[in-house]
Antibody
């Protein structure tokens, strides 16, 4: 069974940095576009970032542009999110999610999610 | 940005009853780009419906989706014990993609 497992969350001070990772099982990881989606406490889901299967196309939500960097390593079946200049409003559970399309085009809905990792930004 | 408003916020029903969940968009959603997800505490969200009405692999046929324009509905024909969860709609026809705030289906 294919799974996504996030790690790297924790407590960080405002202005600090954190790197999240998402490990995927299965041999087809490199054919899928991947995303990070977050959910702040008591709030709905919010898309954060996208990376295409070959890393050639990357998108960010306006709220994190310039502060977060998404990357992937297909040899290691993993995708990462480097989060810098963290703010209190970045506090959320961060989910790794797979786009439902195999390769192009991107479908922009998500057929596989991880259980999430909690990031808390607080002094 | 398209804002999706889900109602009701909480739906209290008994197993065997029919659940009707609403997702209303602030502007028309490019057809048919609306999806529904189920989320249980501590678990990964699960895709139920894409393209407004297409069930994802392995999703039982008691789940159905419908709608167009600004009004969309997820119907669970007969609630099973495992269906009590939070449900989210998501539009992916316009950038940025957006999610609704969720409807919690709880046991009455």
């Amino acid at each position: 069974e294919v799974q996504l497992v996030e790690s790297g969350g924790g407590l960080v001070q405002p202005g600090g940095s954190l790197r999240l990772s998402c490990a995927a099982s299965g041999s087809t990881f490199s054919t899928y576009n991947m995303n990070w989606i977050r959910q702040a406490p008591g709030k709905g889901l919010e898309w954060v970032s996208y990376i295409s299967s070959s890393s050639t196309t990357i998108y960010y939500a306006d709220a994190v542009k310039g502060r977060f960097t998404i990357s992937r390593d297909n040899a290691k079946n993993s995708v990462s999110l480097q989060m810098n200049s963290l703010r209190a409003e970045d506090t959320a559970v961060y989910y790794c999610a797979r786009d439902a399309a195999v390769g192009d085009p991107t479908y922009w809905y998500f057929d596989l999610w991880g259980r999430g990792t909690l990031v808390t930004v607080s002094s | 940005e398209i804002v999706l408003t889900q109602s009701p916020g909480t739906l209290s029903l008994s197993p065997g009853e029919r659940a009707t969940l609403s997702c209303r968009a602030s502007q028309s959603v490019t057809s048919p780009y609306l999806a529904w997800y189920q989320h249980k505490p501590g678990q990964a969200p699960r895709l139920l419906i894409s393209g407004t009405s297409s069930r994802a692999t392995g999703i039982p046929d008691r789940f159905s989706g419908s709608g167009s324009g600004t009004d969309f509905t997820l119907t669970i024909s007969r609630l099973e014990p495992e269906d009590f969860a939070v449900y989210y709609c998501q539009q992916y026809g316009s950038s940025p993609l957006t999610f609704g705030g969720g409807t919690k289906v709880e046991i009455k």
